[in-house]
């Protein structure tokens, strides 16, 4: 039986941060995982890219059930402090927009970094190693792996959630939360495209591949950024941030020309362009496209001039607060992050230890703290990670 000062389940973000740290305090460091290769979010993210973190990260950007439980982390560990990290490494990068930082090369740089830093700091690192009991039958931890039995002082749970189920994401975190007696917040897809069953659904068909700035909003919540329409519905930024608000059976509101009143528009074309036909004008605010569509679906049309402002009123309406009632998600399969996880006030929000059991961390994805789209999940699990790396058997 092998025995070891800090067991981490999980070679992602969040589990390799933790290792490091934890490592660099000179704890002998074993990081398990049923992956092939390490940090596969990673890799896959941004692109290829990896959007590593953002500048203007603040504890707005997270949801959780006590919203004030990342702020610790956040503040000890910031993206100022990662960044330090990336170009000590002499990794080339860029900031792209709303201060979300992207690697110039691919994102394998961040995961090399990070198995450098990991292997400086004595870190072990066993793969397709997976694990089939947990128990803690006295002040140690005992774990039976693929690999034989450990025995550790530390065990930390950085197994994520179960988004993106095709690169072996489960909800086992959740697991062992229950298993010790931490509550879990229900867990449900995050950051996901939306779909719909209703004459929405030939619409945005029709629409697949067609894109706007858009402003999406779900009751006071509203963000403003790229829209797509998809065979299945609507994705884009702004949809995947408002999907982790959305409720099922209520409706969002779209508004695809924020930056122009269709009414008064159309008012005033009634005067300087009255024999323009309704679906022309729209053409000249909207891509053609979806100008089409939309008015086909509406029934707009006819001359400027024959229009009762009422009628354009409605119309301005179905452009600049267009009422839709998803039918779901697209689920997990394409889910970037998943919400809930374990309950925080079941953990220390400076060590990420669980309460009631000494020697039980939870970092990462699998706790009840989920960010925007834009570099902020990374960046929790960096603090998050760097937190209980800093804590464990301190």
């Given at each position: 039986m092998t025995d070891i000062d800090v067991l981490v389940l999980g070679a992602g973000a969040a589990g390799l941060m933790c290792?490091?740290?934890?490592?660099?305090?000179?704890?002998?460091?074993?990081?398990?995982?049923?992956?092939?290769?390490?940090?596969?979010?990673?890799?896959?993210?941004?692109?290829g890219r990896c959007n590593f973190t953002n500048l203007h990260t603040t504890p707005a950007n997270f949801l959780s059930q006590n919203p004030r439980f990342c702020v610790s982390a956040l503040k000890r560990y910031t993206p100022q402090h990662f960044l330090k990290l990336v170009e000590a490494h002499r990794i080339p990068w860029h900031e792209k927009?709303?201060?979300?930082?992207?690697?110039?090369?691919?994102?394998m740089d961040i995961i090399h970094m990070l198995l450098r830093e990991a292997e400086a700091a004595g870190v072990k690192l066993w793969m397709e190693?997976?694990?089939?009991?947990?128990?803690?039958?006295?002040?140690?931890?005992?774990?039976?792996?693929?690999?034989?039995?450990?025995?550790?002082?530390?065990?930390?749970?950085?197994?994520?959630?179960?988004s993106i189920p095709k690169m072996g994401a489960t909800g086992i975190g959740y697991e062992i939360a229950k298993q010790f007696?931490?509550?879990?917040?229900?867990?449900?897809?995050?950051?996901?495209p939306l779909t719909f069953s209703d004459d929405n659904k030939?619409?945005?068909?029709?629409?697949?591949?067609?894109?706007?700035?858009?402003?999406?909003?779900?009751?006071?919540?509203?963000?403003?950024?790229?829209?797509?329409?998809?065979?299945?519905?609507?994705?884009?930024?702004?949809?995947?941030?408002?999907?982790?608000?959305?409720?099922?059976?209520?409706?969002?509101?779209?508004?695809?020309?924020?930056?122009?009143?269709?009414?008064?528009?159309l008012k005033a074309g009634k005067t300087s362009h009255g024999k323009q036909d309704v679906r022309t004008a729209l053409a000249g605010l909207l891509?053609?496209?979806?100008?089409?569509?939309?008015?086909?679906?509406?029934?707009?049309?006819?001359?400027?001039?024959?229009?009762?402002?009422?009628?354009?009123?409605?119309?301005?309406?179905?452009?600049?607060?267009?009422?839709?009632?998803?039918?779901?998600?697209?689920?997990?399969?394409?889910?970037?992050?998943?919400?809930?996880?374990?309950?925080?006030?079941?953990?220390?929000?400076?060590?990420?230890?669980?309460?009631?059991?000494?020697?039980?961390?939870?970092i990462g994805e699998v706790v009840d703290v989920t960010g925007h789209l834009g570099g902020f999940n990374f960046q929790w699990a960096w603090a998050s990670g760097h937190a209980a790396g800093q804590a464990v058997l301190g």
């Amino acid at each position: 039986m092998t025995d070891i000062d800090v067991l981490v389940l999980g070679a992602g973000a969040a589990g390799l941060m933790c290792a490091i740290e934890a490592g660099k305090r000179g704890l002998s460091v074993l990081v398990i995982d049923h992956a092939k290769r390490p940090a596969e979010k990673i890799r896959i993210s941004g692109g290829g890219r990896c959007n590593f973190t953002n500048l203007h990260t603040t504890p707005a950007n997270f949801l959780s059930q006590n919203p004030r439980f990342c702020v610790s982390a956040l503040k000890r560990y910031t993206p100022q402090h990662f960044l330090k990290l990336v170009e000590a490494h002499r990794i080339p990068w860029h900031e792209k927009t709303l201060g979300q930082l992207f690697c110039d090369n691919a994102a394998m740089d961040i995961i090399h970094m990070l198995l450098r830093e990991a292997e400086a700091a004595g870190v072990k690192l066993w793969m397709e190693t997976s694990f089939t009991a947990v128990s803690k039958p006295d002040d140690r931890f005992s774990v039976a792996t693929s690999r034989g039995a450990l025995r550790t002082r530390a065990l930390v749970v950085a197994t994520g959630g179960p988004s993106i189920p095709k690169m072996g994401a489960t909800g086992i975190g959740y697991e062992i939360a229950k298993q010790f007696g931490l509550a879990v917040v229900q867990p449900r897809p995050a950051l996901v495209p939306l779909t719909f069953s209703d004459d929405n659904k030939i619409l945005c068909t029709k629409l697949a591949g067609v894109s706007v700035d858009a402003v999406v909003s779900f009751g006071k919540t509203r963000f403003r950024e790229g829209l797509l329409f998809t065979h299945r519905g609507l994705s884009g930024p702004s949809v995947l941030q408002i999907s982790s608000y959305w409720r099922e059976g209520q409706p969002i509101t779209v508004d695809l020309l924020p930056q122009t009143d269709v009414f008064a528009a159309l008012k005033a074309g009634k005067t300087s362009h009255g024999k323009q036909d309704v679906r022309t004008a729209l053409a000249g605010l909207l891509p053609k496209r979806l100008a089409e569509e939309l008015s086909a679906a509406h029934g707009f049309g006819g001359r400027l001039a024959d229009q009762p402002d009422k009628v354009l009123q409605r119309t301005g309406s179905a452009i600049n607060s267009w009422q839709l009632l998803p039918a779901g998600t697209e689920g997990y399969r394409t889910a970037e992050v998943t919400l809930g996880g374990v309950d925080t006030t079941a953990l220390s929000s400076r060590s990420m230890e669980a309460n009631d059991v000494p020697g039980l961390y939870f970092i990462g994805e699998v706790v009840d703290v989920t960010g925007h789209l834009g570099g902020f999940n990374f960046q929790w699990a960096w603090a998050s990670g760097h937190a209980a790396g800093q804590a464990v058997l301190g």
